[in-house]
Every structure is written in structure tokens, then in C-alpha cells.
């Protein structure tokens, strides 16, 4: 069994607290042991991370770009390693443990190639104005357990660009990946750039109310974010909080279902559904309900469902059995209510946290299953025929992540997706983030944004330059 180590100042330590059993999904075997981090040891790498920015803030863009394209390089070479460990921690399919893996080199790629000009206000005879972005010290990047890798890749990548270094603490439901990610990346970077600390119990809130840490970019639920942000109140930490979603989808009734049906499966149960962005709540237009159902079911019960290391599976388990419980309790509710079952709805017996692609039909909102976020396999589809009446349902949430119209009217649809209230609206697709479109949500799903420019910026500060010439 492989063994991981804790990296402060680029050294590998072991966890002073001990160690924990970090599970299979697909079996609930032991993948390997994951170090325990203490607080003493967080403190050290807080620590080793201010020491490091006392240089590295003025470090060189060309510097950091290169170092970026250093460590996406690094990532290729360790591809398969990477991906196999995501797959044995984390349960999806191998090919989207690779897709993942890709998507992490990629927007390291996309990072380096970002740009932090000085913005020129005013230039005179007499004065000139100048607008400096600045790194803001330490980042603690606390991660969740459904795409690992790449959501750290997404909150280191842009740290160190802008000229910050990081403290990271991963899920200690999928730690490995990102233990070994942080190993690669201290191949190439400075010591002390990027440490990691694993560990349940304290770590994160330890992080959260740490003096030391200037900032906090934290992708997770929306209970945890609250308390983070609760916890950061006495050094006003800056926070970047990308939280949860029940994201709904419109479907208007000139779409044609079976065009349709293969994209909203695979936007509602990306990654067995366990993806923030997922499509979450299907509402259908009366004229065609029955037959999108229908096309729906079909999709679902073509996927094969495995362990992700074997060949063909297409849909792995949930992640963890607490998940896993929810997701049989919201079916086992929505049952009880009268919902129809049209694929799945059973969870299959054996070891693994396996619970087949559900479509829950004849459903509507007052459901634990339409109002709660499922973050899993099940889909319920929901009927309407006032266009305006669905919109007002859609929006009837007290999260705003991402939301969809489907429809073969693209004028229609973008006037309607417009009114959506979340952060991205799809129009004929769902889910898909790209690195040069800030990325968050309204309401509570967080704030600020990911990616690109924008998400850059939200690592630094502006510091004005006044110069009276
Ligand atoms: P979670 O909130 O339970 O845990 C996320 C991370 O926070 C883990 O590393 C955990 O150890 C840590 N944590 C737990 N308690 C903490 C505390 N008190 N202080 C500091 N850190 C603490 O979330 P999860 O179950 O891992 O992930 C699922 C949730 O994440 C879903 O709601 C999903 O929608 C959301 N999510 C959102 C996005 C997004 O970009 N908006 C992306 C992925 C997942």
C-alpha cells in the first residue's frame, strides 16, 4: 500500500495526529492511509507559506508563468498515477478520472497564460494614476471530495500565479490525489509555496480562523461555507465561497426530447450527479413530458454501473455512505409522495456505495427531492405548462448556481435563461465551465467567481499609485 505524507516547506512529514483509512467507494476496501495532520502542524505550514510569500510576491510574472507551465508538465507526466488514485478514492469511471486529470494540466495552462496589467486611470502633464493588483499573503484552499483534483488545480493554479502561496486541506474523504498533487507540484516550486495539511478534525476551522491565512477559496456545502465565513470574521479574511446548487433545467415545448434526452442525462448525472453544476430539477413542458420521460429513462438504463478500474463501466458509486443514504431517503420520499420510479430507485445490494441512475417522474416542488440538493444519481423530471410559472419555480430556491433552457429556439431561450437567477444559464447544455468564464453563484451559492480574469483578481488587492509629477 502506498504511503502519503503531509508537505510543509517543501518537506514530506508525517501527520503528528496519526493517520485515517481513506475508502474504496466501489468496494469499502482500504485504499491507503491518510496522514493526520496536528494543529502544530498547521501552524508550521502556515508558517513555512508567509515565508516563502516574503520573496515570492515579487517574484516575476515570466517566473511564475514559467513555474506554472512547469508543474502542468509535471501533472502530464503523472497522469496516469494521478487518475488512478481519483479513481480507487474518489469512484468515477476511469474515463472521466482522466478527463479530470486533463482538465487539471489545461487550466493550469490557461493560468499561466493570464495577464495582471497595471491599469492607467490618469496620465498627465502633472499626474498619472496607476492601478496594481497585489497578492494578499497566505491562501488556505479547502476542497471537497467530488472532483478532487481539479477543484485544488483551481485554487492553487491562480494563488500562485497572482503572487500568493497556499495552505491546502482537501476533503479527508479524497485527500490522496491532492496529497500526491502537492508532492508534484513541490518537484518544480520553491519551498514553502505550497504545503498541505489533511485532516478532518480541526484542520479546516483551524484554517479558517487562522491569523496567519489572508484568504480563504473554499468550494463545498453551504452549511460549511456559512461557517467559514462565520470563522474568518476576525481577521476579515477575503473569501472566495463556491457552495452548493439545485440547478434547474427548462425545457421548452418545441425542444424535441430524443435530441435532447443524451445531453440532459449526461449534465444531470456528470459524475453520478455528485458535480455542483449539475442539472438538478428537470421542469418539462406539459405537451411533452411524458416523452421526455420516457427518452430520459432510456439513457439511464443503457449505463453500466462498476467498479471505475474496469473496463465498460460507465457509472461508478456514490462517494461515501453518508451520500449515499441521502440520496436513498430523498428516493424513498419522493416514493412515499407518490412519484413515479421510471429507471433505478433501488440501491444494488453487495459492498459498494452503488445506486443505479434514477428518474423520478410526476413530482413537483414541496418534494425533499425537488427543494434539497441531491448531489447524486436521481433526477426528478417536473411537469408545467406556464412558461412564466416555471421561471418563478425555478427561482423559488435559496441557492442560484447554474440553471438551462432547452429549446430550438435560441432567441426565446436566451431571453428566458436571462431570467434565471444564478450564475451561469446554459442554453441546450448544462455543467460545462470553461477557464476563460468567471465561474460562481448568487444567492446561497456563494460569491465571488473562479477562472479567467476575473477569478484572478479575486487573489489580490488594488493598490493605487498616485504620482504627482
Ligand atoms: P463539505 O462542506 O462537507 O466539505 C468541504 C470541505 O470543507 C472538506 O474539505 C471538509 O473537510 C471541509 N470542512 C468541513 N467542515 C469544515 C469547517 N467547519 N471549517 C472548515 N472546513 C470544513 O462539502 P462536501 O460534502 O465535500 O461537498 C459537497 C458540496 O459541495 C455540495 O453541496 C456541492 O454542491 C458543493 N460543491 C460546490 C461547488 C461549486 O463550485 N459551487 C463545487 C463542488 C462541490
Known amino acids: 500500500m502506498q504511503t502519503y505524507s503531509l508537505i510543509i516547506n517543501g518537506q514530506k512529514v508525517a501527520g503528528e495526529a496519526g493517520s485515517f483509512d481513506v475508502l474504496n467507494p466501489a468496494n469499502e476496501t482500504v485504499v491507503a492511509q491518510c496522514p493526520q495532520a496536528s494543529t502544530a502542524q498547521l501552524d508550521e505550514a502556515v508558517a513555512a507559506a508567509q515565508a516563502c510569500y516574503e520573496s515570492w510576491q515579487y517574484s516575476s510574472h515570466e517566473a511564475r508563468k514559467q513555474l506554472l507551465l512547469d508543474i502542468a508538465d509535471r501533472i502530464e507526466a503523472n497522469a496516469s498515477e494521478l487518475a488512478q488514485i481519483v479513481v480507487e478514492e474518489q469512484g468515477k469511471p476511469m474515463f472521466l478520472a482522466q478527463a479530470e486529470v486533463g482538465g487539471a494540466i489545461a487550466w493550469t495552462r490557461a493560468t499561466a497564460d493570464l495577464e495582471m496589467p497595471v491599469d492607467v486611470l490618469e496620465d498627465t502633464d502633472t ?18 471530495w467530488n472532483w478532487p483534483l481539479m477543484i485544488a488545480v483551481w485554487h492553487i493554479m491562480p494563488a500562485i500565479r497572482s503572487g500568493n502561496t497556499v495552505v491546502s486541506k482537501p476533503s479527508g474523504l479524497t485527500p490522496l490525489n491532492t496529497l500526491r498533487l502537492v508532492e508534484i507540484i513541490n518537484e518544480v516550486a520553491p519551498a514553502g509555496l505550497v504545503n498541505i495539511v489533511t485532516g478532518e478534525s480541526g484542520i479546516g476551522s483551524g484554517m479558517t480562523k487562522h491569523q496567519g491565512i489572508r484568504k480563504i477559496v473554499f468550494t463545498g456545502s453551504t452549511p460549511t461555507g456559512q ?28 425542444a424535441d426530447p430524443a435530441a435532447i434526452a443524451e445531453g440532459i442525462f449526461q449534465t444531470s448525472f456528470l459524475n453520478m450527479g455528485q458535480t455542483c453544476a449539475c442539472l438538478k430539477r428537470l421542469y418539462v413542458h406539459d405537451s411533452i413530458y411524458e416523452e421526455m420521460c420516457e427518452k430520459l429513462a432510456e439513457v439511464a438504463v443503457q449505463q453500466t454501473l462498476g467498479n471505475g478500474l ?14 449515499f ?36 417522474a410526476d413530482i413537483s416542488d414541496g418534494t425533499r427531492l425537488v427543494d434539497e440538493e441531491q448531489f447524486g444519481p436521481v433526477l426528478p423530471v417536473i411537469r408545467y405548462s406556464d412558461i412564466d410559472d416555471a421561471v418563478k ?31 451561469t444559464a446554459w442554453i441546450n447544455g448544462h455543467a460545462e465551465l470553461l477557464p476563460y468564464a468567471p465561474f460562481g453563484g448568487c444567492k446561497m451559492s456563494g460569491f465571488g467567481v473562479e477562472f479567467g480574469q476575473e477569478g484572478l483578481m479575486e487573489y489580490t488587492s488594488a493598490q493605487v499609485i498616485n504620482i504627482n509629477k
Not at 499626474?127 to 471537497?144: N, Q, Y
Not at 419555480?393 to 428566458?416: F, M, Q
Request: with cysteine; proline share 6%.
Open 325 to 360: 443514504n441521502l440520496v436513498s431517503e430523498l428516493v424513498e420520499d419522493a416514493r412515499a409522495n407518490g412519484a413515479r420510479i421510471l429507471s433505478g430507485g433501488e440501491p444494488l445490494d453487495g459492498k459498494g456505495y452503488f445506486y443505479p441512475p434514477t428518474i423520478v
Open 310 to 323: 474496469n473496463e465498460g463501466v460507465t457509472f461508478g458509486p456514490i462517494q461515501n455512505k453518508d451520500q
Open 227 to 254: 461557517t467559514i465565513m462565520r470563522g474568518a470574521a476576525d481577521n476579515l479574511k477575503r473569501l472566495t465561497l463556491e457552495l452548493g446548487g439545485n440547478d434547474a433545467g427548462i425545457v421548452l415545448p418545441d
Open 393 to 423: 419555480r425555478a427561482n423559488a430556491s435559496d441557492v442560484g448556481l447554474g440553471g438551462s433552457v432547452w429549446s430550438a429556439d435560441i432567441t426565446k431561450a436566451a431571453e428566458i435563461a436571462g431570467r434565471l437567477e444564478c450564475g
Open 127 to 144: 499626474k498619472r494614476v496607476e492601478v496594481h493588483r497585489k497578492p494578499l499573503g497566505v491562501v488556505g484552499s479547502i476542497t471537497p
